[in-house]
């Protein structure tokens, strides 16, 4: 008899959590369990594995999933700011005493052209915006709108996200862009300049996929209200799919 297939719970999210699927659903030595939280509504799914979506029901939901599965590993390249997610995995899989790796991509670094206003939450960020009316991009995800429209009404709006918001909690000046990354630099630089936008509210989400707004915004010199990640936890992290995937070679081998 051949040996047990390891199982792997793999926490997505993110383009590395996709690229890691990638490298690993071609090894017969392991059944790759891929599983998003559904904040979208028509997520991306991999091909050839076997997929979930939707929560565990807290860390005790998780501990639950995690033994009735019988699950090996567990890897978690969820969003840099699921906080909670990630909290709740690294809990889990000590409780289990399961192997448990974060992948997280490094956040980005401002470089010198860039303007940037580095605030530690959306409050903070709402707080920078002031008073004066501003024709601002917002990209931070549908779920963090609603500050916006409660405390700042006299800004004009144009949020970017993979689903339309609510109406409920839209600004009233707000047009929505339902896009999903990745752009590129030039259309970035062309709605940046169409629109006339003098300012950008983003998240420090890292990687390569949604960086060219930042490109553009140095070279028309906008500046960007930068909200940086939660502190996270101290556990065992690395910041690349080719490490991800090194690490549980390095575990099924040992």
Not at 152 to 171: A, M, N
Not at 205 to 215: E, F, R
């Amino acid at each position: 008899m051949g040996q047990k297939r390891k199982k792997i719970l793999l926490l997505g999210g993110t383009s590395e959590a996709s690229q890691l699927v990638h490298c690993l659903q071609n090894n017969d030595s392991i059944e790759v369990i891929f599983s998003l939280a559904g904040v979208t509504k028509n997520p991306v799914l991999p091909r050839n594995v076997i997929s979930r979506v939707g929560g565990f029901g807290g860390v005790t939901g998780l501990i639950m999933w995690l033994k009735n599965n019988q699950i090996d590993f567990l890897i978690d390249a969820t969003h840099p700011f699921a906080l909670q997610m990630t909290n709740n995995a690294w809990k889990a899989a000590k409780i289990c005493g399961i192997p448990f790796l974060n992948l997280q991509r490094p956040a980005w670094q401002k470089r010198d052209g860039d303007h940037w206003y580095e605030v530690n939450s959306i409050p903070e960020a709402v707080k920078i915006l002031g008073h004066r009316t501003l024709r601002v991009f917002l990209t931070i995800g549908r779920k963090d709108i609603l500050l916006f429209k409660e405390n700042i009404i006299q800004h004009h709006y144009w949020i970017r996200s993979v689903d339309k918001p609510d109406d409920t909690v839209l600004p009233s000046h707000a047009e929505v862009i339902t896009a999903r990354g990745p752009f590129d630099v030039q259309s970035e630089y062309d709605f940046l300049k169409q629109y006339h936008i003098e300012c950008i509210v983003t998240k420090n989400s890292g990687g390569q996929t949604v960086y060219a707004k930042i490109d553009a915004a140095r070279k028309l010199s906008i500046p960007v209200i930068m909200i940086q990640r939660p502190v996270m936890p101290q556990l065992p992290s690395v910041s690349t799919t080719d490490k991800a995937y090194q690490w549980l070679m390095s575990h099924l081998q040992g």
